[in-house]
């Protein structure tokens, strides 16, 4: 009957839909890789090598017929009954197979990450709460927003130009949009947003002690190497100062931190106390936010007790937060008790926050509990 | 190429044409054309199809961007809601059309108008033999039975369905929303297939009339008895009789859906019933299409090169596929057999088929083609010859083998049963609800007809907590013996199930139910009604 030209209008719902698959998959690879964060093989992928993370979840669920079984007609001029035809292994979900082959959502993904995409989905919940704007003279220009409307610019705003006139208009008294003057002609113009830089300072502070048994050991340098990652990669402006303590606090490179083996009793004051010390010589509280994080097995020399709270305290008045990780497998102490969790947990210090991890999987819920920033600052970090 | 759009929205083999689409072909004709070409080239085909003696509907061609007709394509119907997997489907098949891989040719809908896309950037035969096609479509739409009740006005129901969609979206949570969408898409599949509605379940006749019951009273009340007895178990039955319409039981009894949730349920229901004719005769149509279009491009007398990529194209279109069948090369066999058998009997179809060689074949075809689905068509006349042409076997899986088949068979008989019992229930396993209260604790009895092939386990387990959370209680699932529904079919397919297959029984429990961790402990009690 007819032929028409569609009329142009732009259709988006197909790419709109298609970015909440995006969404929905990006959820999935984070999920996964969540509960893989334990897992050295992530840590030791390396920049170049890539990781291959199954995306589960997303098959469409109904009721079909038994795979395993399949029949049904076919349609080629080869073979006779009896015959064996090989399809061969390279496309077994090839579309189109008999009736009960098919496998109507089994859309199951295997995502090659390299470890910059690691991170971008894993460190995307992450922040550094309470990041407060410690001026020095610098100002960052982040952003240009085109939303500013001004009588001069380099691009007419049609919308505005007509409000105005129409305005005008109106208050003449007759409301319409028409006889236009040169002051009713407004530009679209940009502003540059600027933000001033927020510098932080974060002290990491690991248990090195010989109660550390393989597990803690392994645990907290886990918790740091991927806090590390964290820190590094969302905050440019960052200093880490690395602590490690027995009985006895040391301040190390990187390199060092990671890898050198100490023994020896325990007492966190030590640490706290190194860290404190720094932060007055080096880092003067109007020009940086401090955080510190610290990594234990919970057994401290119970003579320190009463100074290591007193220290905290202290600490907690200047600093952002303060994160303690307790990790201890078997969870020794139940209740309460002589350890540091149970002991700091009943300070109710304000600005400190706590965890525990009993196993590789929770490494994860103790990076979130202490870098989870408010909702408002994920945005703007 | 082409399909109804039903052909996505069931993600069947069989009904997948749309995304095989077709590989495209390297020479095309770069000549070319505008709007008034196109529409001069409608008129063209309207004229020769009416030549051809069909009474062609009204139909509007939107000769569109591949942005849009792939996004309708994905969808199923224009203005459908929004759901992640649309986006997936749509994305792949851009994919594919970008990179030159695949491109789809047609798309039509049933509808008042009936509306047609034709796809910017095809060559102009590929632009003929969509419009010719497209006219085969819709005369089928406009004539064949199983349309008769297709709400022609259906896409201000989806346009607004999708719009509701929507707005929960904003009210609920998208999340929670699109979810609940997913659970639904779980069962829309078994949107019943039948054009006529469903009597109303009625009571066992009328307690019988015993003329000479004064002579044995004794009998005459025991009689009577077991009757009220009867009548008083039918209704203490619920549902009275099995229902098929899983969705429709549930939006019709399904205790803690919200109001919003149930509107979901409904449009989703609405959207499957409407496609269940397309996949019914998909074969049909397709076939019928294909057999007007090659009648209308021959009255169009091309000149010789626009005539070979028309023929290439067509090879294309009618490309046999290794596992399946390609409706459109079936199809257009069957038609060709009804017309031959008509004009050119053997003496044997003078006998078995009434009015051969008296009925012309055209004449056959097109009052055929009014009342036909696939399994009709497909048991009246896939004869040796048809399943000759098309190559057709039948084949099983060698066991333990994933990726190798064995042929059992080529006779057209033993092909014919078995693709009429695959149809009958076009890939989608019969499941019924036989109790809406079992354990009278309001948890829901399903029952799976076995009919010859057994459940997936893996994908019945999965399926079964959505049915719990659309349900809001415990869900069973139990597979029992039976026949296939199909008279006349009972060969291979019918096969009796081997006892390890019925065995399955699945539980899954709903969190609010404090009574089923009791019944996880025994979930082959059978003995539910007690």
């Known amino acids: 009957m007819t032929v028409l030209r569609d009329p142009g209008i732009f259709h988006d719902e197909g790419s709109r839909d298609a970015r909440r698959h995006h969404d929905r998959v990006h959820k999935q690879i984070a999920e996964q890789l969540k509960s893989q964060i334990g897992e050295e093989k992530l840590i030791t992928a390396g920049p170049d090598r890539r990781i291959r993370v199954p995306v589960k979840g997303t098959k469409e669920w109904r009721f079909i017929f038994d795979r395993g079984k399949a029949d049904g ?37 295997e995502v090659e990450l390299d470890m910059d995409e690691v991170e971008q989905h894993l ?181 320190d007790n009463p100074r290591l709270l007193e220290l905290v305290a202290e600490a907690a008045k200047i600093a952002n937060l303060i994160g303690y990780v307790q990790i201890d497998r078997a969870q020794r102490y139940p209740w309460g008790g002589e350890h540091i969790y149970g002991l700091l947990s009943k300070a109710k210090i304000d600005g400190l926050e706590t965890a525990r991890v009993a196993k590789d999987e929770e490494i994860w819920q103790a990076l979130k509990t202490i870098f989870s920033p408010a909702p408002e600052e994920v945005l703007s970090a | ?132 096609h497209v006219y085969g479509h819709c005369w089928f739409f406009q004539h064949n039975s199983y349309f008769a009740n297709t709400d022609r006005k259906f896409l201000h129901r989806v346009r607004a369905g ?60 025991a009689a009577r008895q077991a009757h009220d007895d009867n009548v008083d178990a039918w209704r203490a039955r619920f549902p009275r009789e099995p229902d098929p319409d899983l969705l ?18 409904s449009i989703l229901r609405d959207e499957a019933a409407y496609f269940s004719p397309q996949r019914r005769t998909k074969i049909a149509n397709e076939g019928f299409a294909v057999w007007v279009h090659s009648q209308i491009v021959q009255g169009l007398q091309l000149p010789t090169d626009e005539f070979v990529e028309y023929d290439r194209l067509n090879a294309s279109v009618g490309q046999p596929h290794q596992m399946s069948v390609n409706p459109y090369n079936l199809g257009y066999e069957l038609w060709k057999e009804v017309e031959r058998i008509y004009d050119h009997p053997t003496d044997e179809e003078r006998i078995q088929f009434p009015g051969a060689g008296e009925i012309s074949g055209r004449a056959r075809v097109l009052e055929l083609a009014a009342v036909c689905d696939d399994v009709s068509l497909i048991a009246q006349f896939l004869t040796p010859g048809v399943a000759e042409r098309c190559k057709l076997f039948a084949w099983e899986r060698e066991p333990g083998e994933q990726n190798k088949i064995r042929i059992t068979t080529r006779e057209a008989e033993e092909i014919r049963d078995k693709l009429v019992v695959d149809l009958s229930r076009r890939g989608t396993p019969r499941i019924l609800v036989t109790d809406g209260d079992a354990f009278r604790m309001g948890a829901l009895w399903l029952e799976h007809r076995h009919e010859g092939s057994g459940l997936d386990a893996e994908y019945a387990q999965g399926t079964l907590p959505a049915v719990a959370r659309l349900w809001g209680r415990s869900v069973y699932l139990e597979t029992v013996e039976s026949a296939p529904a199909v008279t006349g079919a009972a060969g291979a397919a019918g096969a009796p199930a081997p006892a390890a297959e019925l065995k399955p029984c699945w539980l899954v429990a709903h969190p609010d139910d404090e009574m089923a961790t009791v019944l996880a402990e025994r979930p082959d009690d059978h003995d539910r009604r007690s």
């Open chain 2, 162 to 221: 999708a719009e509701r969609i929507e707005d929960y979206g904003r009210r609920y949570g998208q999340a929670r929303v699109e979810d609940f969408v997913d659970d639904v898409q779980a069962l829309a599949i078994h949107a019943p297939m039948d054009v006529m509605p469903r009597r109303e379940a009625r009571p066992p006749s009328a307690r019988p009339v015993d003329t000479y019951g004064d002579l044995f009273p004794k009998e005459a009340a």
């Open chain 1, 123 to 303: 460190f995307e919940q992450l922040g550094l709460p309470r990041l407060a704007p410690r001026a020095r003279e610098q100002m960052e220009t982040d952003s240009i927003f085109w939303d500013d409307r001004a009588r001069k610019g380099p691009v007419l705003d049609k919308k505005a130009t007509m409000r105005v006139n129409f305005r005008r208009n109106a208050s003449r008294g007759h409301a319409r949009i028409g006889d236009f003057e040169r002051d009713d002609i407004r530009y679209l113009t940009y502003r540059e947003s600027r933000r001033p830089k927020s510098q932080a300072v974060v002290f990491l502070l690991m248990d090195v002690s010989g109660s550390m048994g393989t597990f803690e050991k392994r645990v907290s340098r886990l918790f740091f190497w991927w806090a590390t990652r964290f820190l590094r990669r969302r905050y440019s402006t960052i200093e880490l100062v690395f602590i490690a303590h027995h009985t006895e606090a040391t301040e190390c490179d990187e390199e060092q931190f990671f890898t050198r083996v100490e023994s020896g009793g325990t007492k966190c004051s030590s640490a706290y106390e190194l860290a404190l010390s720094i932060q007055r010589t080096r880092f003067p509280l109007n020009e940086w936010n401090v955080y510190i994080a610290h990594c234990s097995d919970g057994d401290n020399w119970a003579d």
């Open chain 2, 248 to 265: 429709g039981f549930i939006l019709a009894h399904a205790a803690r859906l919200e109001d919003w949730q149930r509107d979901i349920v």
């Open chain 2, 1 to 132: 190429m082409i399909g109804c759009c039903a052909a996505l929205d069931v993600r069947t083999p069989d009904t997948d044409a749309f995304a095989l689409a077709v590989t495209d072909i390297a020479e095309r004709s770069t000549k070319a054309y505008g709007l008034d070409d196109l529409q001069r080239l409608d008129d063209e085909c309207r004229a020769l199809a009416a030549a051809l003696g069909l009474d062609v509907p009204e139909v509007v061609f939107h000769f569109a961007p591949a942005e849009r007709i792939y996004d309708i394509a994905a969808r199923g119907l224009p203005g459908r809601y929004s759901h992640w997997r649309f986006g997936r489907d749509y994305e792949q098949m851009k994919l594919s059309h970008d990179y030159g891989r695949s491109r789809i040719y047609e798309l039509v809908l049933n509808t008042e108008p009936y509306q047609a896309y034709l796809l910017e950037g095809n060559s102009w035969v590929a632009q003929l033999l969509v419009i010719a």
């Open chain 1, 73 to 109: 007609v076919g349609q080629s001029g080869d073979g006779k009954p009896g015959d064996v035809f090989d399809l061969g292994g390279g496309k077994p979900g090839k579309k189109g197979e008999g009736k009960a082959s098919s496998d109507p959502g089994s859309v199951e993904y």
